[in-house]
Every structure is written in C-alpha cells, then in structure tokens.
C-alpha cells in the first residue's frame, strides 16, 4: 500500500498515520461548499467520500476491538509474528485496481459536512490507540471477522485494509481536486 511491507502491528499504525495525514493535507485546504459538490457523473462529493472513509474506520474499530477481546480471553501472548496471510496477500494484489461498490451500510449519506467527519475520524483513532497496546500483545491470528470482500480476516489484516482504503480514496479525492 506504500511500498514497505509491515512487520508488526506497530508498522501498521505508523503506516496508516501517514497515511491519514495524507487525507488530512489533501482536504485540508478544501472548502464546505466545494467539498459538498457532486461532480458530473459521480453519485459522492467529496464530503461523502470522507464521510464513507469515517464509517469504514470506524467499524474497523469495531471489528478490531472485538477480534482482540476475543483474543484477550484466549490469553496467548503474541510471537511477534504479524497475522496476515498470503491468501490476504494474494487477494489484494488481485483487488488492487478493481473498483467495488460499498456495502449499504457503509454509504455516504451525503449530509455530513467535511469537518464532522474529520472529527469522527479523530475520535476512532483514538479508539485505535487505546487497543493498540492489546493488538500488539495478543495471538490474532486465531481470530476473524469476515469481510464483504475479502472474507475472513484477521484485526492486522483489517487494519491494512483500511489504510489501503484511506489510501485509495486520498488518491481519488486529489484527481477530483485536479480536474475541478
């Protein structure tokens, strides 16, 4: 997703931090009333992408919360060893340039202004940092939570997909900033 292959969950926090502060730079600079514009031939401003990312992240934290409680309870200490597969590996090389359409749940509503949900994202990063500690610690390879897409998966590979997520619609909101 940025080149370098993470080794632990802490590389993929650090990873995913750049890469929020990637989204942060690009829409930094964006106003409300161009933010909530709907581009000809597109169905989510850029509000609504931002809006869609804050759902995301927000239920990977659900998700990743839930995974390591059950980890918890297991009590097997982590090897250090990061729980992704190559089936996971695999299936995202494949998905790479494949534009999906996102669940119902996840849809943008389209009335979120840009600023509450760059705040909702502020808040479950928080909610990120306080399982960190826990993600680091415990086994998480015995644990998963099926995605639409990908299937099951473990917390650390739902934590790179959703910075590959972020990473990706970043990408698509700065070629609509290029072209408006």
């Known amino acids: 997703m940025t080149g370098k292959r993470p080794e632990?969950?802490?590389?993929?926090?650090?990873?995913?931090?750049?890469?929020?502060e990637g989204l942060l730079a690009v829409i930094s600079p964006v106003s409300e009333d161009a933010a909530a514009r709907l581009p000809d031939g597109e169905?989510?401003?850029?509000?609504?992408?931002?809006?869609?990312?804050?759902?995301?992240d927000q239920g990977t934290a659900w998700i990743c919360s839930k995974l390591l409680k059950k980890a918890q309870e297991d009590g097997t200490r982590s090897t250090g060893v990061l729980a992704v597969t190559d089936t996971f590996?695999?299936?995202?090389?494949?998905?790479?340039g494949t534009r999906l359409?996102?669940?119902?749940?996840?849809?943008?509503?389209?009335?979120?202004?840009?600023e509450d949900s760059i705040k909702k994202m502020a808040a479950t990063a928080a909610?990120?940092?306080?399982?960190?500690?826990?993600?680091?610690?415990?086994e998480l390879a015995s644990h998963t939570f099926p995605h639409p897409y990908f299937g099951e998966l473990t917390a650390p590979e739902w934590l790179l997909i959703a910075g590959g997520h972020e990473l990706r619609h970043t990408k698509q909101i700065q070629e609509r900033l290029i072209q408006a």
């Not at 169905?43 to 995301?56: C, D, F, L, P």
């Open 43 to 56: 169905t989510w401003s850029i509000a609504g992408i931002v809006e869609h990312i804050s759902i995301v």
């Open 101 to 114: 359409e996102a669940p119902e749940r996840v849809q943008p509503t389209g009335q979120v202004p840009l």
């Open 8 to 20: 632990s969950i802490g590389d993929i926090f650090d990873m995913n931090r750049q890469i929020r």
């Open 127 to 138: 909610v990120f940092d306080e399982v960190r500690e826990g993600l680091e610690s415990f």
């Open 89 to 96: 590996r695999q299936k995202t090389r494949e998905m790479s």
